[in-house]
């Protein structure tokens, strides 16, 4: 049956790759997924672009463990050489723009979800969820969900980690800056040009150390990401927008980091976008965690941001394919991850308690 789900498996993942499903996008995947449930006698519902379900003999006495992953995409960048929307096979590697990140994840989640489904005895109920618009932070995807499906007691979200453990991941908020100055003519004196004003900002964001360290995740890391301003060359502006990215460890909130900044960075003003992108992490004496280390899977913190994100329960990030191929130019993953990570997550469910 595991041979048989895996090769069905890649079928559908190679089906996901060519069609587009760039975020608020993504009706044509969700068909798809709903083909592969209707196939396999799986009872599904759809809300929006999210496909979801429960296993066949689900009982509200017992625990909830969610297994989630996304269908949509970001857009491919200039740099690939293959059709980002075709499926190639090349070396043991299965190209196209979503494979790694993380159509390879979502397509061996619905075959562990669809190994277990039947099964009268399970320890706890599944659910899941293949979600849309995780790559924008959109208002449809998981985080619309979670008042839809049963309560969740305990999370697997399926991202790139090498099938590895990824115990905490890092939470994420963006502030809009901005450093003023005194607008004049080029042509007259300016002690308070907003463009030479920046210069010590600038520094002092890239000098920044937040005092608490994760033994996990390490430290928070800020960066400015982006610049503007000034619309003409004889015209000294009265104003510098800078974009700061911040990447947020498990020992602060995210309120808290917009308190240390709005009270030290000096800028005339620093607004954070959103505050709902929170660090997220399971204890590493959870079941779960115990059962993946049982079987051979190290444990790591992620600084990569995820739909665990939005979820309130102890979550997991675990899956085929590797992170640092995710966005990327040609974009692919192993054949043999999936077959991996099919097996693995079969073994893990086998072995955890909840």
Not at 143 to 159: H, Q
Not at 250 to 262: H, M, P
Request: charged share 20%; net charge negative; glycine share 6%.
């Amino acid at each position: 049956m595991i041979q048989q789900l895996t090769k069905d498996a890649i079928q559908l993942l190679k089906k996901l790759i060519e069609t587009e499903s760039f975020s608020s996008e993504e009706d044509q995947t969700a068909s798809h997924i709903e083909y592969w449930f209707r196939r396999h006698d799986i009872v599904y519902k759809r809300t929006n672009n999210n496909v979801w379900a429960i296993n066949k003999h689900f009982d509200e006495t017992k625990p909830t463990l969610l297994l989630n992953s996304h269908h949509d995409t970001v857009k491919p960048n200039n740099g690939y050489t293959k059709d980002p929307f075709k499926a190639i096979v090349e070396d043991g590697k299965l190209y196209g723009l979503g494979s790694n990140d993380a159509g390879g994840c979502l397509v061996s989640l619905v075959a562990t979800f669809t190994y277990f489904y039947n099964e009268r005895n399970l320890k706890y109920n599944l659910v899941i969820v293949a979600s849309a618009e995780e790559e924008s932070s959109g208002p449809n995807g998981l985080n619309s969900m979670l008042a839809v499906i049963p309560k969740v007691d305990v999370a697997i979200v399926g991202e790139p980690t090498l099938m590895n453990l990824a115990v905490a991941e890092k939470g994420l908020v963006v502030f809009d800056a901005v450093v003023k100055g005194t607008p004049s003519h080029a042509a007259h004196p300016n002690d308070d040009n907003a463009i030479y004003n920046t210069i010590s900002v600038l520094q002092w964001f890239k000098d920044y150390k937040f005092e608490k360290t994760s033994p996990v995740l390490g430290d928070v890391k800020m960066t400015v990401t982006q610049i503007n301003a000034g619309k003409q060359h004889n015209a000294i502006p009265a104003n510098v927008d800078l974009v700061v990215d911040v990447r947020v460890n498990d020992k602060y909130t995210n309120a808290e980091i917009v308190e240390i900044l709005q009270n030290e960075a000096p800028c005339s003003s620093i607004v954070p976008r959103s505050l709902k992108l929170n660090s997220s992490s399971i204890p590493l004496d959870h079941e779960l965690v115990k059962a993946g280390i049982s079987i051979g899977r190290t444990t790591y913190g992620s600084p990569t941001l995820s739909d665990q994100a939005v979820l309130t329960c102890p979550s997991l990030k675990l899956g085929p394919g590797d992170s640092t191929r995710s966005h990327s130019a040609d974009e692919f993953i192993y054949l043999n991850e999936i077959e991996e990570g099919i097996r693995i997550y079969i073994e893990l469910l086998n072995r955890v308690i909840i």
